[in-house]
């Protein structure tokens, strides 16, 4: 049986009068490759930002490896790798300066 890394459980998502995600439910297992699929205002930006802590959801859980990201926030955050449609390299600096940014942040976290 595949270990489930990540479940979610009844998530839904409101802003004032439009409810962007309701009743979500999926597990992701490990070394699964999963898309998310749909036309503009499904919900698919909404899902993205509630996976990676920018939001809240109104209702529901997310779980990684059986626990609640808000209780496991630091190792889950750590863990993950969200890449948008914007770079987060800075384009002000060199790519020196870029890398050492990184290696930076790499070292405040303890990695």
Avoid at 3 to 21: D, N, R
Wanted: aromatic share 6%.
């Amino acid at each position: 049986m595949a270990e489930t890394v990540l479940e979610i459980k009844g998530l839904s998502k409101k802003y004032k009068k439009v409810q962007a995600i309701s009743n979500l439910n999926m597990k992701v297992e490990k070394q699964m490759i999963f898309g998310l699929l749909g036309p503009n205002g499904s919900g698919k930006t909404t899902l993205l930002r509630l996976l990676t802590t920018a939001l809240q959801p109104s209702e529901g859980t997310i779980l990684y490896c059986g626990k609640s990201i808000a209780q496991c926030r630091l190792e889950y955050l750590s863990d993950i790798l969200f890449i948008g449609h914007q770079s987060a390299v800075k384009l002000m600096l060199t790519a020196e300066e870029n890398l050492l940014w990184l290696e930076h942040i790499e070292a405040v976290r303890g990695r």
